[in-house]
C-alpha cells in the first residue's frame, strides 16, 4: 500500500487541466517534462521487450529518440464522504516524525507528520513568516481514533471528517493557524511552489463533501501541486477525471459505526435545513454547513442541486 506520496521535484510547467492530466500519468512531452536526473521513468523489460519495432512513428527520423515510455501510475490516498482510506484505520507509525509547531523536527513536538512532508512544511512555514504572516501548525496527523474523537466531540454539521475518511490520517495533510485574511490569500497563492495543495477551496463543497478549509494543506510534490493550482482544480477533481490516480477502502473494515452513514432518503440533489446542506454524495450523508463559509443554503435557478450559494 502506497498511501503517501513520493515527493516529486520537477518544476511544473504546465498549465490547464489537460496538461495536468498529462503531468500525473507521466506522460508529460517537452517542456512539460522533469529534469533528466530526476526522470523517474524506466519501461520495466518485458513492456520494452514487447514493443514490436514496426511500432515506430513513420514520420519519425531514424536519429530520434525512441518515445518516453510511460511511469508507472503512483497512486494516492483518495479519501471523501464516502471513500475510507484502504485499510480504515491506516497509520504511517513508522515513518512519522514529531514536529513543533513551525514544522521543525522536535521529539517532544506536539505534531507528528510523515518523515516525507516535515522539510517542505517547516520551509512553507518559514516562507510565510519571512513574509511577514505568523503562521503555525494547528493539528497534523490523526489516527484513527483521534478523528474519532475529534468526530464526536464536533457540533457544527460538516466540520470534522468521519474516521477513516480523514486526509490527516495519511501523515501528509496539515491544517495551519492562519491569523489574517492576508495570511490566507498569501498560502493560497504559494502553497503550491512548496509543493502543497489545498484540498478545500472555496465554492467546491458539492465536489470535495467539506466545508470550504483555507487553512487544510496535503503534501503532493511541487509538480502535481503546480498544476493543480494553475488549473483551479482539486485532488478531487483530478481522482475523479483519472480514478486510477487514487486509492481507497470501502469503509466495511471500519471498527467504528460512526465511520459509516448512508443516505437514507436524503438524494443527490440534497436539502437544506437552515443554513444546513445535506445530500447524497456517492452513496454516503454529506453534510455542510454553508454558514461556515457565510453563505446559505438554497437553489440556483435552473439547478437542480442545493448547494452553498452567496448570501
Ligand atoms: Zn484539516
Redesign the pocket.
Known amino acids: 500500500m502506497n498511501l503517501v506520496p513520493d515527493p516529486i521535484h520537477a518544476i511544473a510547467r504546465a498549465s490547464g487541466w489537460t496538461c495536468l492530466i498529462a503531468l500525473v500519468a507521466g506522460c508529460a512531452t517537452g517542456p512539460a517534462r522533469a529534469a533528466p536526473s530526476e526522470e523517474r521513468r524506466s519501461a520495466p523489460p518485458s513492456e520494452s521487450a514487447a514493443r514490436p519495432p514496426a511500432q515506430a512513428a513513420p514520420s519519425a527520423s531514424p536519429a530520434a529518440p525512441p518515445p518516453a515510455p510511460e511511469a508507472p501510475v503512483e497512486r494516492l490516498g483518495w479519501v471523501n464522504p464516502a471513500r475510507c482510506l484502504t485499510s480504515c484505520t491506516y497509520a504511517p507509525s513508522t515513518s512519522l516524525v514529531r514536529i513543533d509547531n513551525q514544522g521543525v523536527a522536535d521529539d517532544a513536538g506536539a505534531h507528528q507528520v510523515d518523515r516525507s512532508i516535515q522539510e517542505p512544511l517547516r520551509v512553507l512555514i518559514a516562507a510565510a513568516r519571512e513574509a511577514g504572516h505568523s503562521v503555525r501548525i494547528?493539528?497534523a496527523f490523526r489516527s484513527y481514533a483521534d478523528q474519532a474523537r475529534l468526530y464526536r466531540g464536533t457540533k457544527q454539521a460538516g466540520r470534522a471528517?468521519r474516521p477513516g475518511h480523514?486526509?490527516?490520517q495519511l501523515g501528509t495533510?496539515?491544517?495551519l493557524r492562519l491569523p489574517t485574511s492576508a495570511a490566507i490569500e498569501w498560502l493560497s497563492e504559494h502553497a503550491a511552489a512548496h509543493g502543497f495543495a489545498l484540498?478545500?477551496p472555496e465554492g467546491k463543497q458539492r465536489i470535495t463533501g467539506y466545508r470550504p478549509?483555507p487553512?487544510?494543506?496535503r503534501y503532493v510534490g511541487t509538480t502535481l501541486a503546480g498544476a493543480l493550482h494553475q488549473s483551479g482544480r482539486t485532488l478531487e477533481e483530478l481522482f475523479r477525471e483519472r480514478p486510477d490516480r487514487g486509492e481507497s477502502g470501502n469503509c466495511e473494515d471500519c471498527p467504528l459505526s460512526i465511520s459509516r452513514r448512508r443516505c437514507g432518503a436524503v438524494t443527490t440533489a440534497g436539502k437544506c435545513t437552515g443554513t444546513v446542506l445535506s445530500w447524497c454524495y456517492d452513496g454516503a450523508l454529506a453534510t455542510v454547513d454553508c454558514a461556515a463559509s457565510q453563505q446559505r443554503c438554497g437553489q440556483k435557478p435552473d439547478a437542480d442541486a442545493y448547494d452553498c450559494l452567496a448570501p
Do not use: K, Q, R, T
Open positions: 494547528e493539528s471528517a480523514s486526509e490527516h495533510a496539515v491544517d484540498s478545500y478549509e487553512w487544510h494543506l
